[in-house]
């Protein structure tokens, strides 16, 4: 089924210079790259990104580190696009990810691990109008 899921790569991939590296990945395995920009986030957003993990321990952490550097933001359409591009980064946490994915490959704590990609496709939805309220070209 088509579908579009939003790509973030965190500061610490965009500082890393791994911009290109995961995007290479993305469009290797056949999907389209429908909406890109790096940005500085806004704290309001990033807060309504993660607002299902307000209660979460982590929460203030995860805010701190999406707004302290620039990240990427990337709407990625094909076929089954959100279980391919969440299989594709790999496990949450990056000791627990399997070589091969982009967290496997290249991460190793939960705290950097270089990207976020949508859960499932309300998740996609949402998130896609947060970070992209212009659209996407997809
Ligand atoms: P992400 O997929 O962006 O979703 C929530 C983020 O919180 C997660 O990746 C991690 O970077 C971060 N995080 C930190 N600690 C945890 C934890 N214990 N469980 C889940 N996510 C965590």
Redesign the pocket.
């Known amino acids: 089924m088509a579908e579009t899921t939003l790509v973030?790569i965190?500061p610490g991939g965009v500082e890393r210079n791994l911009i290109g590296e995961v995007t290479r990945r993305v469009e290797a395995r056949g999907l389209r790259v429908t909406g890109l920009k790096l940005i500085r986030a806004e704290r309001g957003t990033v807060e309504e990104h993660?607002a299902e993990?307000r209660e979460?321990?982590?929460f203030k952490?995860?805010c701190d580190?999406?707004t302290s550097g620039p990240i990427v933001c990337m709407a990625v359409s094909g076929t089954n696009a959100v279980k391919a591009i969440r299989a594709m980064m790999g496990a949450?946490?990056p000791v627990e990810a399997a070589p091969g994915t982009v967290r496997g490959d290249l991460a190793l704590t939960?705290?950097?691990?270089l990207?976020?990609?949508s859960?499932d496709p309300e998740a996609a939805e949402r998130e896609l109008k947060l970070w992209f309220p212009e659209g996407t070209v997809g």
């Open positions: 973030l965190k993660y993990h979460r321990p982590f952490d995860v580190y999406l949450t946490n939960i705290d950097d691990n990207t976020h990609s859960s």
